[in-house]
């Protein structure tokens, strides 16, 4: 028996700059961080040669290609392996649809996995490789390549998308002080809204060269939030939160909606610096920045909403059990 811990992640400032229409002209930059929120995924050898696959729905087959799941299928595909195998998978939070790169947490902590059960080692850049491969190229999804490589490293990184395909990942090292100071500046509430991503990021990635100035942007944005975040500067960070926000809802017709511009409006007339919806937008989860002396207000303006504590986390996808 093997299970796989792979953690949920927030972006701050720069997404869909990871798409690879746009930092081969341009380099895309991303900040985000891993939150302790994850994914599992256990694996166990099946005694009849079968395949069993348990998500929100459960298979039981006899061959590899009749799994109806893409992932689990290619991933499968990807390791070469056949037969003989149950796969099960929770999470923590509603798995598809809310904006905190679930479906790449899946991937990689089943890649992960897959590799153990056979006995090898995969690095970490193989494996966010590997998962991108089989999400982008092979399952056809309309995404960029930062949830891959922010649910396998973990942390709070800087993840630069480079011209000549070249993905870095690198530690944000804050003072503890002003670490905890930003994980208490922030809030998270569900918009009980889970949708399909897919109609979103493909427009998303179809306007990429008439969006290029915005993407420009974007991507410019994120050393000025690091910037800020590094001196504690959180009315600053909430201030490039609400303009990535804004520059953000530029890139698809789908991004936000009249509940979505609402809510947020709602934060900021009591107290919040700015947010942002995460994800593709449409619903799934509104990040909050706020002073302290604020957030009880908030929570109440916003109480027909689910306010979801979260705390960073270091590691990424991780095996935590194997027997």
């Known amino acids: 028996m093997i299970i796989v811990r792979t953690p949920l992640r927030i972006s701050f400032v720069g997404g869909g700059t990871d798409f690879e229409n746009f930092y081969r002209k341009y380099p895309g930059r991303v900040l985000s961080t891993s939150i302790d929120k994850y994914i599992y995924v256990g694996l166990n050898p099946k005694f009849d040669g079968n395949i069993r696959v348990s998500y929100s729905e459960t298979e039981d087959v006899k061959y590899r290609s009749e799994i109806k799941h893409p992932l689990a299928r ?10 003989g195998i149950e796969i099960t998978s929770v999470g923590d939070i509603p798995g598809k649809g809310t904006g ?111 969006k290029y100035d915005f993407l420009k942007k974007l991507s410019d944005l994120v050393p000025v939030f690091r910037n800020s975040l590094e001196k504690g500067d959180f009315k600053k960070l909430g201030e490039l939160l609400h303009q990535n926000w804004l520059w953000k809802k530029e890139l698809s017709s789908g991004i936000a909606n009249s509940q979505i511009d609402e809510m947020y409006n709602q934060a900021l007339s009591a107290g919040a610096f700015g947010g942002k919806i995460l994800g593709a937008g449409g619903g799934g989860f509104l990040l909050v920045m706020a002073p302290p002396e604020n957030q009880a207000k908030i929570k109440e303006t916003l109480k027909q909403y689910q306010l979801t504590p979260f705390r960073f986390t270091e590691a990424g996808s991780k095996i935590v059990f194997k027997s």
């Open 74 to 83: 290619f991933a499968l595909e990807e390791t070469g392996i056949e037969k």
């Open 100 to 210: 905190l790169g679930s479906s790449s947490s899946f991937t990689v902590g089943l890649l992960q996995g897959l590799h153990s059960f056979l006995g090898e080692y995969i690095a970490p850049d193989a494996l966010a490789e590997k998962a991108c491969k089989i999400e982008i190229e092979k399952a056809g999804s309309p995404i960029g390549k930062q949830d891959q490589y922010a649910a396998t490293f973990g942390g709070l990184n800087v993840i630069t998308f480079n011209c000549d395909g070249k993905i870095d990942v690198e530690p944000i090292y804050l003072a503890p002080k002003i670490k905890e100071d930003f994980q208490n500046h922030l809030m998270l509430f569900y918009t009980g809204v889970q949708r399909s991503a897919n109609p979103i990021l493909t427009e998303q990635r179809d306007n990429i060269d008439k």
